[in-house]
């Protein structure tokens, strides 16, 4: 391929270009041409492709994501808000935390093990970028059907990326989601969540100011990885019947993502740098266009100064690869020598590739040839925006007035069964399969992770102050209704820091749809994030930031719509959490909350081929009172353990309660053919000793709560209205599933 | 008896981690003469007989199936002496 500059651009102003195969619309290439007064040259029409897709621009999500902006409630504790790398929440005693979730559904799909791997990569780098340590790392997956021949395909491969990564950085795994579905086969979702910590005055942001400032690329190497990866992988279904777009698929190396964290937080830690930004997707076209806006918005690059993997790669090839495992620092010049010097220490590769200027373009040379030549707002900030047409489904009309037909637990022989076959289905099998491929303990901070409600690290060693964080979706709620689907998932994520004790602080969100060319799931959409966003002002927690991953559909098919949201908070003191199971005997069990014939979206109706009915509606002020209480059961010392219930019900949550300390429990329920197996949301198991009952009723009754005694811990079964399930048997149901399935 | 002789490699755009490993401890041992070094695997499977073309197919098909990994990996299948 023959140079294209900007003044062959200019001479030439007829040639056709491919705008359309790099997946630019006739009018947005139109509207290239009339921001540059010209053709673009095949570089500047490279950038503006990855950075004008659906992945980089969110150009049909931006109009309602707004609402997070708009809806926002004033609170102190946001440092750093939306539209940075991550969010940045104060957590006290002068430490700042940040937490974000990604998508990496699509990569996934197509090589799953170095696909998942580079979803670790890509949010662990997003946090660095932050100024802050990555300290965990979390993953909310979801698959075909457990028993499908391409889930066995991509199973093993994304849960040994996510471990494999994760591992070799020395991060604890501490929680996700492990969900099956038959609308994920062909697009399994893999989420990816990473947490780190810093203090106040360590926080970085991705700007480029100060003319003068140099613009230094270190880390890997770049290289032909995932070429167009970012609009071909990302915004664009797979067609079995299209053109073979076989797209390079990014390989990572966790042992220099690890080295790049050591050597990054050094570099932070004398205060070396002025602006900072990671290279995921759409590389140096979107760091060095970031950088650029973020600033005054004038630089200059030499991309010929590129280190280079495979020397053929040409400019274009250079501005799209998604090597992974890079970073863009701006640089003031007389630090640039010690910058030099640690990248030196590390072994990490350092090129100064150009400089901020005090004018208002990005301009990007090629061996002394002018190639790019364009304001980089209009790069990065200023793509194009679509008000997507948006209709409700005809679906859900007709599946909200279906009624749930399922059979009802009634008899001890009945109960007994519907508990064993709960325990077992994959959706709430035992994890550990999944999750001992994880190091959830690396580091020796982690004090709560799989199979706990919330994973929870400390974060410093003298005070015990910890953060806990918890990822949640309810996606067959948010078929039946998306608006109050993502209102429960946020009151579940809340729920699940708050039985622990922690006070929920902030959210991000991973929002996971079809195709936003189809109004059915544009309205989907756009119901979940008004109910997020209404769902977040009402219970006053702040959205710090997210990310949207649309196209996820197998043909015509769209993946339920799943916003898997994730709440973090904050815990002044790790050792006093309240753990979710009980270690003794003669404990009394109490429900928190009311139950009502909540079967629509449940999980026994799904094992029961129904996905029909009414999704509940979310009533928030009752779940931040639930909240309340769960905190101050924790500060005043009343609870000996708690325990959410969401999918499966009470069954699933007794389940889990007596197996996690083999002690097993007597419980007795009115109406077991709903209350066993209803999911209503705003509910808890707590186990309390005697001597605590009186305090646990004056909160509960100070909070609204009700409270319901359902039994006592003790013995070695579970026995449910006269229904003996031994332990034994029980824990051979809950944990065989994963074995049998994937060996 | 002869031997079938598959070579797997990753692809050129592909970063080869192990390679660059190899490539950076080489100068350290005083060994200057490499550019670049890329790590491939080869398989050695043994068959009664001369290889038959639908023998060969058949491996062909193994390797895309389970010895490689043809989203990121090359592969060439050979007979060997």
């Known amino acids: 391929m023959a140079l294209d500059t900007v003044a062959i651009a200019k001479a030439n102003p007829d040639t056709t270009q491919p705008f359309a195969e790099l997946g630019l619309k006739g009018d947005e290439y139109s509207r290239i041409k009339e921001i540059l007064g010209r053709r673009p040259t095949s570089s500047e029409l490279a950038m503006y492709s990855v950075m004008w897709s659906e992945h980089c621009s969110y150009k049909s999500s931006k109009v309602h994501l707004k609402q997070f902006g708009e809806k926002a409630v004033k609170t102190d504790a946001l440092l750093v808000g939306i539209g940075e790398n991550a ?76 471990g494999g990564y994760g591992n070799c950085l020395g991060l604890p795994n501490i929680g996700g989601e492990v969900v099956f579905d038959e609308t994920y086969i062909g697009n399994p979702l893999v989420n990816a969540l990473c947490v780190g910590v810093m203090k106040h005055s360590d926080i970085k942001l991705a700007k480029a100011a100060g003319a003068g400032n140099l613009v230094v690329l270190y880390g890997a190497k770049t290289g032909g990885d995932g070429i167009g990866g970012v609009s071909v992988l990302a915004s664009e279904t797979f067609d079995a019947t299209g053109p073979a777009k076989r797209p390079a698929v990014q390989v990572g190396d966790p042992f220099v993502e690890k080295v790049l964290i050591e050597c990054s937080l050094e570099i932070f830690a004398e205060d070396l740098v002025v602006g900072i930004q990671d290279l995921g997707g759409a590389g140096l076209s979107c760091a060095t266009s970031e950088l650029a806006s973020g600033g005054s918005g004038g630089m200059k690059v030499e991309l010929d100064r590129v280190p280079l993997r495979d020397a053929t790669l040409s400019p274009e090839e250079i501005l799209m690869s998604e090597s992974q495992e890079r970073m863009c620092a701006i640089v003031e010049p007389k630090h640039i020598a010690r910058f030099l010097e640690i990248c030196k ?128 979706a309810n996606a067959n709620w948010s078929y039946l209704n998306p608006y109050e689907g993502a209102k429960l998932a946020l009151a579940e994520a809340a729920r699940n820091i708050a039985t622990a004790g922690a006070k929920p602080l902030a959210v991000t969100n991973c929002l996971n749809f079809g195709s936003p060319e189809d109004p059915g799931v544009m309205w989907q959409f756009a119901e979940s994030v008004r109910g997020l966003a209404d769902g977040c002002l009402e219970m006053g927690l702040p959205v710090t930031g997210g990310n949207v991953s649309f196209y996820n559909q197998t043909g015509a098919v769209a993946i339920l719509p799943t916003p898997v949201i994730g709440v973090l908070g904050v815990i002044d003191d790790v050792r006093t959490r309240t753990p979710m199971s009980f270690d003794r005997a003669g404990l009394e069990l109490y429900l928190l909350g009311d139950t009502e014939d909540h079967l629509a979206g449940s999980e026994w109706a799904y094992m029961h081929g129904q996905r029909g009915g009414k999704a509940p509606i979310a009533d928030l002020q009752r779940e931040m009172r639930l909240i309340n209480l769960l905190v101050e059961g924790r500060t005043s010392e009343i609870f000996t353990a708690a325990h959410d219930l969401s999918q499966g019900g009470l069954s699933a949550t007794l389940t889990e309660m007596v197996l996690r300390h083999s002690v097993g429990a007597i419980v007795d329920i009115e109406n077991p053919g709903t209350v066993l197996i209803s999911e209503s949301p705003g509910r808890v198991v707590v186990a309390v000793d005697p001597s605590k009952v009186g305090a646990l009723l004056a909160v509960a009754s100070k909070e609204k709560i009700t409270v319901t005694k359902i039994g006592v811990t003790g013995g070695s079964s579970l026995v449910i209205n006269g229904a003996d399930i031994p332990l034994t048997e029980l824990r051979k149901a809950h944990t065989e599933t994963f074995i049998k399935l994937f060996g | 008896m002869a031997k079938i002789v598959v070579d797997v490699m990753l692809k050129p755009e592909i970063l080869d981690p192990q390679g660059v490993a190899v490539s950076a401890a080489l100068p350290r041992l005083g060994f200057t003469f490499a550019k670049s070094v890329r790590q491939g695997k080869r398989f050695e499977i043994e068959v009664d007989g001369e290889p038959t073309p639908a023998q060969l197919a058949e491996v062909e098909k193994a390797t895309e199936k389970l010895l490689a990994n043809p989203v990121i990996e090359t592969f060439t299948v050979r007979v060997e002496k």
Do not use: C
């Open chain 1, 87 to 162: 969010g940045v929440v104060d957590v006290g005693q002068g430490y700042a935390v940040t937490f974000k979730i990604e998508s990496h559904n699509h990569p996934s799909f197509i090589e799953p093990y170095q696909g998942a791997a580079t979803g670790i990569g890509g949010i662990v780098r997003d946090i660095l970028t932050m100024g802050a340590r990555p300290i965990a790392v979390m993953d909310p997956l979801r698959f075909g059907p457990a028993d499908a021949a391409d889930t066995r395909r991509v199973l093993p491969g994304i849960i040994a990326g996510v």
């Open chain 1, 345 to 472: 220490k590390w072994d990490v590769t350092v090129t100064v590739i150009g400089e901020v200027t005090d004018g208002e373009r990005l301009e990007i040379t090629w061996h002394g040839e002018l190639i790019v030549d364009v304001p980089p707002r209009t790069v990065a900030h200023e793509g194009p925006v679509y008000i997507r047409p948006l209709a409700k489904p005809e679906y859900v009309d007709r599946v909200n007035a279906e009624k749930v037909n399922v059979p009802r637990p009634e008899t001890a022989a009945q109960i007994k069964e519907t508990v064993l076959k709960l325990a077992a289905t994959p959706n709430l099998a035992d994890k550990s399969w999944v999750t001992s491929q994880y190091d959830r303990y690396v580091q020796g901070n982690t004090i709560q992770s799989q199979p706990d409600d919330s994973g929870m690290v400390r974060i410093d060693e003298k005070t015990n102050l910890g953060v806990a964080i918890a990822t949640d």
